[in-house]
């Protein structure tokens, strides 16, 4: 079954694809693909590739608006000064601690994290974060 050009133009059309798109996809040189509109008939595995071409863009389309709904900022905000949050991280630099994970390790009384805190920072800017990372 041989299908029109016509037809395969429309397709690319409808679904904002340039021939130049589909060539690069399919690896068909771009002027075989254009060849195409001359003789107005395209090969019937064009159009199988055209068609897995479009589902797969449809897919893509759908799972990045899936990750967009799902993506949640989860940080909360602390009532850290910056200047207290420059000192919280520079105590866990190297570490993949985040200010969220230090803040639950406080709540959940994490020795290793109040520890860290206890013997990086002096005594009343560590009781000013702990009080209000305990109580966030």
Same mark, same amino acid.
Request: charged share 25%; no cysteine; hydrophobic share 35%.
């Given at each position: 079954? *041989?299908?029109?050009?016509? /037809?395969? *133009? #429309?397709?690319?059309?409808?679904? %904002?694809?340039?021939? @130049?798109?589909?060539?690069?996809?399919?690896?068909? &040189?771009?002027?075989?693909?254009?060849?195409?509109?001359?003789?107005?008939?395209? &090969? &019937?595995?064009?159009? !199988?590739? =055209?068609?897995?071409?479009?589902?797969?863009?449809? +897919?893509? =389309?759908?799972? *990045?608006?899936? +990750?967009?709904?799902?993506?949640? !900022? @989860?940080?909360?905000?602390? $009532? =850290?000064?910056?200047? *207290?949050? #420059?000192? =919280? #991280?520079?105590?866990?630099?190297?570490t993949n601690y985040?200010?969220?994970? /230090?803040?639950?390790?406080?709540?959940?009384?994490?020795? %290793?994290? /109040?520890?860290?805190?206890?013997?990086? +920072?002096? $005594?009343?800017?560590?009781?000013?974060?702990?009080?209000? $990372?305990?109580?966030?």
């Amino acid at each position: 079954m *041989e299908v029109s050009n016509t /037809i395969f *133009e #429309k397709l690319l059309a409808n679904n %904002n694809l340039k021939k @130049s798109d589909f060539a690069e996809y399919s690896k068909i &040189p771009y002027n075989t693909v254009a060849g195409w509109k001359k003789t107005n008939k395209v &090969p &019937p595995y064009a159009m !199988v590739i =055209l068609k897995d071409m479009i589902y797969r863009k449809k +897919l893509e =389309l759908q799972a *990045e608006q899936d +990750l967009r709904r799902s993506y949640v !900022v @989860s940080r909360v905000d602390y $009532l =850290l000064t910056s200047n *207290e949050e #420059k000192k =919280l #991280k520079s105590v866990f630099w190297g570490t993949n601690y985040t200010i969220d994970d /230090i803040a639950s390790g406080i709540q959940n009384n994490s020795q %290793n994290i /109040i520890k860290r805190i206890k013997e990086n +920072l002096p $005594l009343d800017m560590r009781t000013q974060i702990i009080g209000k $990372l305990t109580h966030a």
